[in-house]
């Protein structure tokens, strides 16, 4: 372990494990500039903190000017990282000072905190507590601390109000700790004036970090900062909802980074580590990554940051990475769809092409003159048309068998024609076969079989069986049947396309009282 611990404060970077300092301040401003920050780098070091506040920076005021800097602080102080308490609770003016028992207290909080896991314990007293009578007794307790704190794993800072001390007290306490540690002061204010242009209250600030705390959760955002030296992430609450995690710290060792990151994103995502530490680059950091959440899903986050570098020049090297996270999970899902759809699109313009190029060849094929192949390409790319407008009012997800009948059969002579059937939903590719199938029937009805009459009929009904549609077409009070010479492109249709695209069965007869066509197709 490191012999420091990162300090917080601008004008002493680190202080040495085992350090008992005195802090003197003039008033409440210089009380928050320099314990908030203090206190923030303790809890970021995964260090165990007791403040012990007092006049005129209270528990309360403390609490809520260190929640501006720790998002998370109400879990931390759940979770018992850090004690906020008043010193007229902690301590008695009434009472004699007891130098053992505050050691002794002292001692065993330090030894909790190893042994609990964190990296060691850090304190703040105020001392406005004391009275003039406990004075000389409260000298031999700082006496002790600063010898029993040697080699411990403790960073104990005492604070006093300089105004108030006695003459010659400032010298007393210096000669009992190891360095003295005074803030740059700001102009004092009157308390009952107005507040000077600039300054900004704690509720000011406690106003403000509620609305970016509100402004992160909307936007599905968290922050988070990254230690070098020990290998941990400190999580705020937003991001510890985007990342599944139940607590603020996450050690990113190999087995933690493993468990939490996907497979397939930590090659990428160590790559874009390694180049934002790199000591000669500007410290960028951008990735795209999925986490799993509790429940084993998937979520995709964006992550970006800032590295915190040491030093200049050749000793120049990377600390930390501050940065922030977003749920992207609704943007690649959209994406994964549309890439789909596109795929989708592609197959079917294909499809579609090689369909139109097959009856395009058979109508031709088959034609006695231009004229007539004409008329009926014409109608059979109608046909087509009209399937393709009934699937994308649904989405391109199917139809209804029902939805495609009266779609082909709506230009024919809809008082011959009786459908019947349940209700069966339909796959796009089927929509289509159906669609032409129908139409070629009701086409050759209508030039040769039972249509051509007004007393014809046609019967069409299905239903559903093991998994199967049964689909039948029956013609009857048309003028007699009889085979053809040849195969023209509605026989070759019905006979192979279906075939082909149903994954099903076709029989044709050509009864003398009326064509006979059954279909079973897999649903």
Known sequence: MQPWSDSGLANVPHLKWGSHLAHFFGGEDELGELLVPYFQAGLANNERCLWVAGAPFDADRARAALRVAVADLDKRERDGQIEIVDGDLWYSEDEAVQPD???ADLLQRERDAVEQGYAGLRTNGNCAWVSKEQWPAFLDYEELVQEAVRGRRMICLCSYCADDLPDGAQREVMERHDMAITPVRRARQDRTSAPSPGSVSLETLERERRRFHLAMAASQMGTWRYTIADNIC???ENAQRLYGLSEARFLHDDEGVRAKFHPDDLELMWARVAAALEPRGDGRYDVDYRVKQPDGSWRWLSAWGLVE???EGLARQA???TGASRDLTDLKQA?????LLLKELEHRIKNTLA????????TLRGATDLSSAQEALERRIIAMANAHDLLTAKAWTGATLEDVTARVLDAFAQGQIITSGPTVEISPEQTLALSLALHELATNATKYGSLSCAEGRVDISWHVEAGKLHLSWRERGGPP?????RKGFGSRLLERLLVRDLSGSVKLEFDPAGLQFDL???L
């Open 335 to 339: 994406e994964e769809l549309q890439r």
């Open 101 to 103: 028992a505050l050691i």
């Open 355 to 362: 369909t139109v190029q097959a009856i395009s060849g058979q």
């Open 234 to 236: 400190v999580y705020d």
């Open 481 to 485: 049947v009889a085979p053809p010479t």
């Open 309 to 311: 570098f040491e030093g």
């Open 319 to 321: 600390v930390a990475i």
């Open 520 to 522: 079973v197709a897999k």
